[in-house]
């Protein structure tokens, strides 16, 4: 096969661990693939996409993913330092018999990332930086449980925020919605970078091209790099099974970063205008897709 992954016999058990004769089950769905690669597409190797036991191994994970971003919003608000934040990250995903994915992660000091106004992505949380009226924050969690990853991320309105700053995170999440509906089984992931991208340019934003989404579940980052400055038709076929983040950074401004900060994480917009980023991640399926965490 095209992945040089081992392929069952016809008779033999099936490699998706249904426990069903692989004639009978991923078969055909192999050929599709082989097809697919020998017509010159990109097609993810076959151990990228989840069994149905990998999908329930992430959904558990992602039930403290979820619950931690909630326990987030019931808090956050003008005098919380991000230091806070990355306490209550820590806490409740260890009391959820979780691990926090960031902490340690390539020498990741935190819990939580937490990006606040011009800091595109990877802000560490600090007890000197005081939440004010008017700032906008990313909060952005990874979660370990039994080994299964999950990821998402939100932003937070601190108090009443400029209409500006409004618009951007408001549209930043419509463009993942945007995205989502881009997302077809058997399609190409460049539409829906595409499709993020247009948005974001109609309402006058950019959209940073160093960073994006990536494939996850078994690991904290797996293939596909998920682009969101993408060209439709082109990319990996999104084959049922491939489970990934939809996350665009949307700049107010120009797309450029500033990635100097001598912490070696920080990502700022090289102008200093806001920007903002919302994450969700999901499994392709037969028939569509379905959201795991947001
Ligand atoms: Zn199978």
Redesign the pocket.
Known sequence: MYDGLPTPGRNDE?????G?K?KK??LS?DERLEALYEAGEEVPPRDLLKTAEDIAGVKHSAEVNIGVLDYVAERIGPGVTTEQIDQWVHDYTVEHDAIPAPLNYEGFPKSVCTSVNEVVCHGIPSSDEVLKEGDIVNVDCSTIRDGYFSDSSRMFCIGEVSPEAADLVRVTKEAVEEGLKAVKPWGHLGDVGAVVNEYAKAHGYSVVREFGGHGIGLEFHEDPFVSFVTEPGTGPIMVPGLMFTIEPMINAGAQEIDMSDPNGWTVRTEDRSLTAQWEVQLVITEDGYELLSW
């Open positions: 099936c490699w998706c661990g249904s069903k692989y089950c991923h769905f």
